[in-house]
């Protein structure tokens, strides 16, 4: 049976790489028909992406629940428009800006991206969204900010999770100023060409493939620039459990499981477990941004 992952991928072989060629091409004005297909994205890296109705029926957003089908069961009634991000802190333009405002004149683009949870499962998401660092540079860093971090909307009267408290809320995350500017890091307002739906974070969320899904924080309402690492919701509630970096290491195995193998949902029952990757299969592209860390350490 073919593997669905592949260990041997060259720089030139990886999405990002030829998406950036790419949008040079956008922005030179050769015209989005030169884009490089969802298909042809995920033959190059050997992958099987996971359907949009798998990937809206299986969520973790504690906010309305804490099983994985409550987000899609729960989530119709959050309320995404109007949609205002506060943009604070160590930044040139704070304010508050209309969704529309904040993303517009930037290049929305289609990525195939491998997401992988901390509970073991895994998936492949076709995201539709803009590089975070384009919307950073919009609003302009701050010479003294070294970390980003993110707040989630709570709307107790939407959100059942909210309401019985099943952890603290507003969901927080956070990325030091470099992961954040990395071009594989998104801010997703789609998948598969389709809006956002709720469960996943409407109208928009984080994507950092190369860490543990839980990084990917949704349906984000504020946005702040530090000179300090900012408190993130699961090391707040276990820190022995879940580090700030959360990068994707089979080597280091979470306290109650091990980390070195998963399954992408939708595979049945009998799915194959594949071996996890470093980074999630994103070395390549992100290694260097932690050279001469201890990633056991920084977990
Ligand atoms: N606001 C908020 N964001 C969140 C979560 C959450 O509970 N609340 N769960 C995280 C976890 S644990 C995971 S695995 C991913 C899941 O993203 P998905 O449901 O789109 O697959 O969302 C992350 N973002
Ligand atoms: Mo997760």
């Not at 809206?56 to 989530?75: I, L, M, Q, T």
């Not at 949609?83 to 304010?95: A, E, F, H, L, S």
């Not at 107790?156 to 990325?175: A, Q």
């Not at 594989?184 to 956002?196: C, E, H, I, Y």
Request: contains cysteine.
């Amino acid at each position: 049976m073919a593997h669905r992952w592949k260990n041997d991928l060259t720089r030139d072989d990886v999405t990002p790489r030829a998406l950036w060629l790419n949008r040079r091409q956008l922005i030179a004005g050769v015209g989005a028909g030169a884009a490089l297909s969802l298909t042809r994205q995920a033959r190059a890296q050997d992958l099987t992406p996971n359907s949009l109705e798998q990937i809206s029926s299986y969520n973790n957003y504690y906010e309305f629940g804490v099983d994985k089908g409550d987000p899609a069961r729960n989530a119709g009634g959050l309320v995404t428009s109007p949609w205002t991000i506060r943009v604070d802190g160590m930044v040139d333009r704070p304010g508050d800006y209309a969704l529309a405002d904040l993303l517009s004149g930037l290049a929305t683009e289609e990525r195939i991206y491998r997401f992988r949870c901390v509970e073991a499962w895994s998936a492949v998401i076709p995201w539709n969204g803009v590089e975070l660092a384009d919307v950073l540079n919009k609003v302009g860093v701050g010479s003294g900010a070294r970390y980003v971090a993110f707040e989630t909307t709570v709307q107790p009267d939407v959100m059942p999770g909210v309401r019985s408290r099943v952890i603290p809320f507003p969901y927080v995350e956070g990325l030091r100023l470099d992961e954040a500017m990395h071009p594989l890091t998104l801010l997703a307002t789609g998948v598969w060409g389709q809006p956002m739906p709720n469960q996943n974070g409407a109208p928009i969320r984080l994507v950092v493939p190369w860490k543990y899904g839980f990084k990917s924080i949704k349906s984000i309402v504020r946005i702040t620039l530090t000179d300090r690492q900012p408190p993130t919701t699961w090391n707040r509630l276990n820190s022995r459990e879940y580090g700030f970096y959360s990068n994707v290491n089979p080597e280091v195995d979470h306290p109650r499981w091990s980390q070195a193998s998963e399954r992408q949902i939708g595979g049945g029952l009998f799915a194959r477990r594949q071996p996890t990757l470093m980074f999630n299969g994103y070395g390549d592209q992100v290694a260097h941004l932690y050279d001469g860390m201890d990633l056991r350490e920084n977990y």
